[in-house]
């Protein structure tokens, strides 16, 4: 097993990595978020244990960013002195697998690593779904009901702004500003790709999934 530590405490760094060596258990450290995204960006953890109070970059930060933006899969241990359980559900809600609070056991922290290593990596992450639909992040592969669909680049820009939002309405300016920016389509490109992503996203199936709401914009619907 690899784990990175990350902690802006180096006597706890330092505790914890002789600790882990004794039990054969390789560590790498990090003493604050920032370190902790290169480090993990390149190389291959099985756990990572973060801290959360800690300069540059906090650890909710850090683990809020490896999950949403990074799509790291590792599990992740939080090891810190915040003890309330508004911490606790906040670390859960970043994207934390597991909450160990110091002053702690090495022997507890040792068989909570291990927990998360036979867990191995989450199945969550990187990916959007909402009803039958779903989307993977990394590969922007699109499927229904696990049947994959093809779409074109910007029909996979609109479906993953509506995915993010569903079942929300999602403004028709909104779907502009994201696939063009500032420049403006002719008045028929828009409606020509959500006819053909709603085309994409129902053949085959009996129900369609997108909806066109006039006057207010488009939205994925799960009936």
């Known amino acids: 097993m690899k784990v990175l530590i990350v902690d802006d405490t180096h006597s706890v760094v330092e505790t914890i990595m002789d600790y882990l060596e004794l039990e054969g258990i390789v560590a790498d450290c990090a003493y604050h978020g920032e370190s902790a995204l290169k480090l993990i960006v390149e190389n291959h953890y099985d756990v990572i244990i973060m801290d959360i109070m800690m300069p540059k970059m906090d650890g909710i930060s850090a683990v809020k960013k490896l999950r949403e933006e990074l799509f790291c899969n590792t599990p992740i241990l939080f090891l810190t002195a915040k003890d309330t359980l508004n911490d606790k559900i906040e670390a859960f809600n970043s994207g934390g697998d597991d909450f160990l609070n110091k ?121």
Not at 105 to 111: N, V
Not at 154 to 177: E, G
């Open 103 to 223: 002053p702690f056991a090495m022997e507890e922290l040792c068989l909570r690593l291990h927990a998360l290593h036979r867990r191995g990596p989450r199945l969550d992450v990187g990916n959007l779904s909402f009803a039958d639909l779903s989307m993977n992040l990394q590969t922007n592969e699109v499927t229904r009901s696990g049947q994959l669909i093809k779409l074109s680049k910007i029909q996979r820009t609109i479906f993953k702004l509506l995915l993010k939002n569903a079942p929300a309405v999602v403004s028709k300016d909104a779907v502009i500003n994201e696939v063009w920016g500032e420049k403006s389509p002719s008045s028929d490109s828009l409606r020509s790709h959500i006819y053909g992503l709603r085309s994409a996203l129902d053949k085959g199936f009996e129900s369609s999934r997108l909806e066109t709401l006039h006057g207010q914009g488009y939205r994925l619907k799960d009936d």
